[in-house]
């Protein structure tokens, strides 16, 4: 999977990163590969179930899909 990420000047000096795509993911670093390796966290983060959501039942199945 390929997610759009947006690095940005912070004012503060800091690197702003930010996924448009996954509303309210944002992060930091204090330099580019500190950014991405943040969002990347935090996106990943972000798209992680509960495990209460992946309880399998009578009438419910879960599957994982490859996007």
């Known amino acids: ?9 912070g004012e503060d000096g800091y690197i702003v990163a930010h996924c448009p795509s ?25 798209l992680e179930s509960s495990p ?3 309880n399998e039942s009578k009438n419910r199945t879960v599957y994982e899909l490859a996007i």
């Not at 999977?1 to 000047?9: A, C, T, Y």
């Not at 996954?22 to 983060?45: F, H, M, P, R």
């Open 22 to 46: 996954l509303k309210s993911c944002w992060t930091q670093g204090k330099t580019k590969e500190e950014a991405l390796a943040n969002i990347k966290e935090a996106i990943e983060l972000y």
């Open 1 to 9: 999977m390929n997610i759009k990420v947006i690095l940005e000047q």
């Open 52 to 54: 209460l959501q992946l």
